[in-house]
Protein backbone atom coordinates (compact mmCIF):
# COMPACT_ATOMS: atom_id res chain seq x y z
CA UNK A 1 0.00 0.00 0.00
CA UNK A 2 2.82 2.23 0.95
CA UNK A 3 4.57 1.69 -2.28
CA UNK A 4 1.47 2.10 -4.52
CA UNK A 5 0.97 5.58 -2.72
CA UNK A 6 4.48 6.59 -3.73
CA UNK A 7 3.76 5.23 -7.20
CA UNK A 8 0.90 7.89 -7.30
CA UNK A 9 2.41 10.53 -5.98
CA UNK A 10 4.64 10.17 -9.10
CA UNK A 11 2.03 10.09 -11.54
CA UNK A 12 0.65 13.04 -10.00
CA UNK A 13 3.61 15.22 -11.08
CA UNK A 14 2.94 14.17 -14.51
CA UNK A 15 0.99 17.61 -16.32
CA UNK A 16 -1.03 17.00 -19.72
CA UNK A 17 2.25 18.39 -21.53
CA UNK A 18 4.38 16.61 -19.13
CA UNK A 19 2.20 13.12 -20.28
CA UNK A 20 2.50 14.02 -23.89
CA UNK A 21 6.32 14.17 -23.70
CA UNK A 22 6.56 10.66 -22.04
CA UNK A 23 4.70 9.56 -25.38
CA UNK A 24 6.61 11.22 -27.89
CA UNK A 25 9.72 10.08 -26.24
CA UNK A 26 8.77 6.66 -26.13
CA UNK A 27 7.17 6.04 -29.45
CA UNK A 28 10.65 7.94 -30.85
CA UNK A 29 12.47 5.26 -28.64
CA UNK A 30 10.29 2.24 -29.88
CA UNK A 31 11.07 3.18 -33.42
CA UNK A 32 15.00 3.51 -33.08
CA UNK A 33 14.69 0.57 -31.39
CA UNK A 34 13.36 -1.41 -34.20
CA UNK A 35 14.42 0.56 -37.01
CA UNK A 36 18.06 1.12 -35.59
CA UNK A 37 18.04 4.90 -36.57
CA UNK A 38 18.08 7.40 -34.14
CA UNK A 39 15.26 9.41 -33.88
CA UNK A 40 14.84 11.60 -30.96
CA UNK A 41 11.28 13.58 -30.17
CA UNK A 42 10.74 15.42 -26.47
CA UNK A 43 12.68 16.90 -23.97
CA UNK A 44 13.75 14.71 -20.81
CA UNK A 45 11.21 13.61 -18.41
CA UNK A 46 13.64 12.14 -15.32
CA UNK A 47 16.96 13.89 -14.68
CA UNK A 48 20.22 13.16 -12.21
CA UNK A 49 20.93 15.99 -10.95
CA UNK A 50 24.43 15.95 -8.57
CA UNK A 51 24.48 17.87 -5.39
CA UNK A 52 28.36 17.08 -4.76
CA UNK A 53 31.04 15.00 -5.04
CA UNK A 54 31.92 14.93 -1.51
CA UNK A 55 31.57 12.06 0.67
CA UNK A 56 32.55 10.60 3.94
CA UNK A 57 33.25 6.99 3.43
CA UNK A 58 35.24 5.01 1.61
CA UNK A 59 33.44 2.17 -0.24
CA UNK A 60 35.44 -0.12 -2.67
CA UNK A 61 33.71 0.35 -5.32
CA UNK A 62 32.77 3.83 -5.54
CA UNK A 63 35.50 6.05 -7.26
CA UNK A 64 33.70 9.25 -5.18
CA UNK A 65 34.54 7.57 -1.93
CA UNK A 66 37.92 6.09 -2.84
CA UNK A 67 38.75 9.45 -4.12
CA UNK A 68 39.62 8.41 -7.60
CA UNK A 69 37.77 10.78 -9.66
CA UNK A 70 39.74 12.66 -12.45
CA UNK A 71 36.99 15.49 -12.26
CA UNK A 72 37.43 18.37 -9.46
CA UNK A 73 35.34 17.77 -6.24
CA UNK A 74 32.73 20.05 -5.41
CA UNK A 75 28.61 21.70 -4.81
CA UNK A 76 26.27 22.70 -6.55
CA UNK A 77 25.30 26.55 -6.75
CA UNK A 78 22.13 27.48 -5.61
CA UNK A 79 21.75 30.33 -7.95
CA UNK A 80 23.05 27.69 -10.67
CA UNK A 81 20.37 25.13 -9.83
CA UNK A 82 17.48 27.56 -10.52
CA UNK A 83 18.82 28.58 -13.98
CA UNK A 84 19.03 24.64 -14.46
CA UNK A 85 15.22 23.70 -13.49
CA UNK A 86 13.98 27.02 -15.59
CA UNK A 87 15.62 24.90 -18.58
CA UNK A 88 14.06 21.73 -17.59
CA UNK A 89 11.14 22.25 -15.83
CA UNK A 90 8.05 22.02 -18.36
CA UNK A 91 8.66 18.30 -19.11
CA UNK A 92 10.74 17.02 -16.38
CA UNK A 93 8.29 15.24 -13.36
CA UNK A 94 11.20 13.50 -11.52
CA UNK A 95 14.44 14.61 -10.32
CA UNK A 96 16.98 11.84 -8.37
CA UNK A 97 19.34 14.30 -6.71
CA UNK A 98 22.14 12.15 -6.43
CA UNK A 99 25.05 10.60 -9.07
CA UNK A 100 27.96 10.47 -6.58
CA UNK A 101 29.10 12.21 -3.64
CA UNK A 102 26.67 12.19 -0.03
CA UNK A 103 23.88 14.85 -0.59
CA UNK A 104 23.62 15.85 2.83
CA UNK A 105 27.40 17.53 2.77
CA UNK A 106 26.49 19.86 0.70
CA UNK A 107 25.04 22.62 3.23
CA UNK A 108 21.85 23.93 1.52
CA UNK A 109 20.66 20.52 0.18
CA UNK A 110 17.28 20.78 1.45
CA UNK A 111 17.23 24.38 -0.42
CA UNK A 112 17.85 22.25 -3.63
CA UNK A 113 14.56 20.21 -2.59
CA UNK A 114 12.65 23.39 -2.72
CA UNK A 115 13.48 24.89 -5.42
CA UNK A 116 12.48 21.70 -7.23
CA UNK A 117 9.28 21.30 -5.59
CA UNK A 118 8.16 24.60 -6.11
CA UNK A 119 8.27 23.90 -9.89
CA UNK A 120 6.03 20.34 -8.83
CA UNK A 121 8.65 18.04 -9.56
CA UNK A 122 8.83 14.88 -7.42
CA UNK A 123 12.27 14.71 -5.51
CA UNK A 124 14.08 11.63 -4.74
CA UNK A 125 17.65 11.14 -3.45
CA UNK A 126 20.20 8.61 -1.43
CA UNK A 127 22.07 8.50 1.28
CA UNK A 128 24.54 7.22 3.98
CA UNK A 129 22.55 8.57 6.75
CA UNK A 130 25.90 10.27 8.93
CA UNK A 131 24.14 13.39 8.99
CA UNK A 132 20.84 13.55 10.00
CA UNK A 133 20.04 14.43 13.70
CA UNK A 134 16.52 15.68 14.66
CA UNK A 135 16.82 19.18 13.61
CA UNK A 136 17.83 17.56 9.91
CA UNK A 137 14.83 15.39 9.86
CA UNK A 138 12.99 17.89 10.74
CA UNK A 139 13.94 20.09 7.87
CA UNK A 140 14.24 17.10 5.82
CA UNK A 141 10.03 16.48 6.32
CA UNK A 142 9.30 20.06 5.96
CA UNK A 143 11.20 20.62 2.94
CA UNK A 144 8.91 18.07 0.58
CA UNK A 145 11.28 15.78 0.01
CA UNK A 146 9.18 13.03 -1.49
CA UNK A 147 11.44 9.75 -1.61
CA UNK A 148 14.58 9.40 0.79
CA UNK A 149 17.00 6.17 0.38
CA UNK A 150 18.89 4.95 2.58
CA UNK A 151 21.94 2.59 2.36
CA UNK A 152 22.21 0.28 5.50
CA UNK A 153 24.24 -2.73 3.78
CA UNK A 154 24.66 -4.52 7.16
CA UNK A 155 22.69 -5.43 10.68
CA UNK A 156 26.45 -5.28 12.34
CA UNK A 157 28.98 -2.70 12.90
CA UNK A 158 31.11 -5.78 11.17
CA UNK A 159 29.37 -6.63 8.21
CA UNK A 160 28.28 -2.83 7.34
CA UNK A 161 32.04 -1.53 7.62
CA UNK A 162 32.88 -4.38 4.86
CA UNK A 163 31.65 -1.96 2.35
CA UNK A 164 30.40 1.11 3.86
CA UNK A 165 34.22 1.62 5.24
CA UNK A 166 34.68 4.06 8.07
CA UNK A 167 30.94 4.06 8.50
CA UNK A 168 28.90 3.52 11.99
CA UNK A 169 25.91 1.61 11.47
CA UNK A 170 24.38 3.01 14.64
CA UNK A 171 24.50 6.56 12.80
CA UNK A 172 22.01 4.81 10.11
CA UNK A 173 19.58 3.22 12.45
CA UNK A 174 19.03 6.28 14.72
CA UNK A 175 19.14 8.51 11.65
CA UNK A 176 16.24 6.25 10.52
CA UNK A 177 14.53 6.46 13.76
CA UNK A 178 14.03 10.17 13.76
CA UNK A 179 13.47 10.30 10.41
CA UNK A 180 9.94 7.91 11.23
CA UNK A 181 9.50 10.07 14.14
CA UNK A 182 9.54 13.43 12.63
CA UNK A 183 6.96 12.52 10.21
CA UNK A 184 4.69 10.95 12.80
CA UNK A 185 4.73 13.97 14.42
CA UNK A 186 4.61 15.89 11.01
CA UNK A 187 1.83 13.53 9.91
CA UNK A 188 3.78 13.35 7.04
CA UNK A 189 3.59 11.01 4.40
CA UNK A 190 7.09 11.99 2.85
CA UNK A 191 9.59 11.16 2.19
CA UNK A 192 8.57 7.59 1.69
CA UNK A 193 11.57 5.86 3.29
CA UNK A 194 13.31 3.38 1.58
CA UNK A 195 15.80 0.72 3.30
CA UNK A 196 18.15 -0.15 0.32
CA UNK A 197 20.52 -2.99 1.33
CA UNK A 198 23.77 -3.94 -1.72
CA UNK A 199 24.10 -7.47 -1.09
CA UNK A 200 27.52 -8.47 -1.15
CA UNK A 201 29.64 -11.52 0.07
CA UNK A 202 30.06 -10.70 3.68
CA UNK A 203 26.16 -9.36 4.64
CA UNK A 204 24.20 -11.89 2.34
CA UNK A 205 23.24 -13.61 5.21
CA UNK A 206 21.90 -10.60 6.62
CA UNK A 207 19.48 -10.31 3.99
CA UNK A 208 16.22 -11.71 5.73
CA UNK A 209 16.84 -9.61 8.90
CA UNK A 210 16.74 -6.01 7.51
CA UNK A 211 12.88 -6.53 6.59
CA UNK A 212 12.43 -7.42 10.27
CA UNK A 213 14.39 -3.80 11.06
CA UNK A 214 12.74 -1.69 8.49
CA UNK A 215 9.20 -3.27 10.24
CA UNK A 216 10.61 -2.56 13.68
CA UNK A 217 11.51 1.10 13.12
CA UNK A 218 8.72 2.01 10.84
CA UNK A 219 10.35 1.84 7.39
CA UNK A 220 8.08 2.13 4.35
CA UNK A 221 9.47 -0.08 2.17
CA UNK A 222 13.33 -2.55 1.30
CA UNK A 223 14.85 -2.59 -1.45
CA UNK A 224 17.84 -5.82 -2.16
CA UNK A 225 19.94 -4.43 -4.60
CA UNK A 226 22.49 -6.27 -6.49
CA UNK A 227 26.61 -4.37 -6.38
CA UNK A 228 28.13 -2.99 -9.66
CA UNK A 229 31.51 -4.76 -9.30
CA UNK A 230 34.61 -3.25 -11.29
CA UNK A 231 36.87 -5.99 -11.47
CA UNK A 232 34.45 -8.59 -11.88
CA UNK A 233 35.80 -11.37 -14.64
CA UNK A 234 37.72 -13.41 -12.68
CA UNK A 235 35.74 -13.25 -9.18
CA UNK A 236 35.43 -10.22 -6.90
CA UNK A 237 35.82 -10.90 -3.07
CA UNK A 238 32.42 -8.99 -2.55
CA UNK A 239 30.26 -11.55 -4.95
CA UNK A 240 28.08 -12.66 -3.47
CA UNK A 241 27.64 -16.89 -3.16
CA UNK A 242 23.97 -16.66 -3.71
CA UNK A 243 23.56 -16.20 -7.24
CA UNK A 244 20.72 -14.39 -7.11
CA UNK A 245 22.18 -11.42 -5.15
CA UNK A 246 24.58 -11.09 -8.13
CA UNK A 247 24.39 -8.99 -11.10
CA UNK A 248 27.49 -11.47 -12.68
CA UNK A 249 26.78 -15.19 -14.17
CA UNK A 250 29.98 -17.64 -13.78
CA UNK A 251 31.11 -19.41 -17.70
CA UNK A 252 32.44 -22.63 -17.88
CA UNK A 253 35.74 -21.12 -18.38
CA UNK A 254 35.51 -20.18 -15.22
CA UNK A 255 35.18 -16.49 -15.45
CA UNK A 256 32.09 -14.09 -14.98
CA UNK A 257 29.91 -12.17 -17.12
CA UNK A 258 27.09 -9.92 -16.79
CA UNK A 259 23.28 -11.79 -16.26
CA UNK A 260 20.94 -10.76 -19.44
CA UNK A 261 21.40 -9.30 -22.50
CA UNK A 262 22.53 -6.21 -23.38
CA UNK A 263 20.99 -4.98 -26.74
CA UNK A 264 21.29 -2.31 -28.98
CA UNK A 265 19.44 -0.10 -26.97
CA UNK A 266 18.91 2.06 -24.05
CA UNK A 267 15.84 3.80 -22.66
CA UNK A 268 17.99 6.35 -20.59
CA UNK A 269 19.06 7.82 -23.45
CA UNK A 270 16.10 8.96 -24.94
CA UNK A 271 14.53 9.38 -21.47
CA UNK A 272 16.90 11.66 -19.20
CA UNK A 273 20.46 12.77 -18.57
CA UNK A 274 22.84 13.28 -15.80
CA UNK A 275 24.04 16.62 -14.92
CA UNK A 276 26.83 16.97 -12.75
CA UNK A 277 27.68 19.84 -9.76
CA UNK A 278 29.41 22.01 -12.23
CA UNK A 279 26.82 21.56 -15.04
CA UNK A 280 28.35 18.95 -17.22
CA UNK A 281 25.83 17.49 -18.97
CA UNK A 282 26.43 13.53 -19.59
CA UNK A 283 24.78 10.76 -20.82
CA UNK A 284 23.79 8.46 -17.97
CA UNK A 285 24.61 7.13 -14.24
CA UNK A 286 27.05 4.46 -15.66
CA UNK A 287 29.11 7.57 -16.11
CA UNK A 288 30.64 8.56 -12.85
CA UNK A 289 33.84 10.20 -14.09
CA UNK A 290 32.29 12.36 -16.82
CA UNK A 291 34.36 11.08 -19.35
CA UNK A 292 31.96 11.56 -21.71
CA UNK A 293 30.35 15.39 -21.38
CA UNK A 294 28.04 16.12 -24.05
CA UNK A 295 27.90 19.68 -23.23
CA UNK A 296 28.38 22.13 -20.63
CA UNK A 297 24.92 24.38 -18.90
CA UNK A 298 27.66 26.74 -18.29
CA UNK A 299 28.19 28.22 -21.89
CA UNK A 300 24.65 26.43 -23.32
CA UNK A 301 20.81 25.82 -22.87
CA UNK A 302 20.09 22.50 -22.23
CA UNK A 303 17.59 22.36 -25.16
CA UNK A 304 20.79 23.06 -27.40
CA UNK A 305 23.07 20.32 -25.74
CA UNK A 306 19.79 17.62 -25.52
CA UNK A 307 19.92 17.95 -29.51
CA UNK A 308 23.40 18.72 -30.50
CA UNK A 309 25.00 16.29 -33.21
CA UNK A 310 27.27 14.85 -30.26
CA UNK A 311 24.18 13.80 -28.19
CA UNK A 312 21.95 12.35 -31.40
CA UNK A 313 26.03 10.44 -32.44
CA UNK A 314 25.73 9.10 -28.85
CA UNK A 315 22.35 7.77 -29.41
CA UNK A 316 23.21 5.98 -32.72
CA UNK A 317 26.46 4.67 -31.38
CA UNK A 318 24.27 2.25 -28.80
CA UNK A 319 21.88 1.44 -31.59
CA UNK A 320 24.75 0.45 -33.68
CA UNK A 321 27.01 -1.42 -30.74
CA UNK A 322 26.43 -0.50 -27.22
CA UNK A 323 28.90 -3.39 -26.24
CA UNK A 324 31.59 -1.31 -27.51
CA UNK A 325 31.23 1.98 -25.63
CA UNK A 326 33.07 1.90 -22.17
CA UNK A 327 30.11 2.97 -20.02
CA UNK A 328 27.93 0.43 -21.36
CA UNK A 329 30.30 -2.40 -21.11
CA UNK A 330 29.23 -2.88 -16.88
CA UNK A 331 25.65 -1.56 -17.30
CA UNK A 332 22.77 -2.90 -15.79
CA UNK A 333 20.16 -2.21 -18.85
CA UNK A 334 19.00 -5.47 -19.08
CA UNK A 335 20.35 -7.34 -16.38
CA UNK A 336 18.61 -7.40 -12.93
CA UNK A 337 19.50 -5.12 -10.75
CA UNK A 338 16.70 -5.74 -8.31
CA UNK A 339 16.17 -8.96 -6.12
Excluded at 225 to 248: E, F, V
Aim: include cysteine; aromatic fraction near 10%.
Amino acid sequence: MLKLRDSFRIFSHLSVYRLWNVVILRFSFHFSKITKRNLHLGMPSTLSIEPTTACNLGCPECPSGLKQFSRPTGKLDIDFHEKMLSQIKSSVFYINYYFQGEPFLHPQFLMLISQAKKSNIYTSTSTNGHFIDQKKANEIVSSGLDRLIISIDGLTQETYEQYRVNGKLKKVIEASRLLVESKKRANSSTPHLIFQFLAVKPNEHEVPAVYDLARELGIDEVRIKTAQLYDYKNGNRLMPDNSKYSRYVKRKDGTFKLKGKQGNHCWRMWSGSVLTWDGGVVPCCFDKDASHVLGSLKNQSFKDIWQTDKYQEFRQSILNSRNQIDICKNCSEGSKVWV
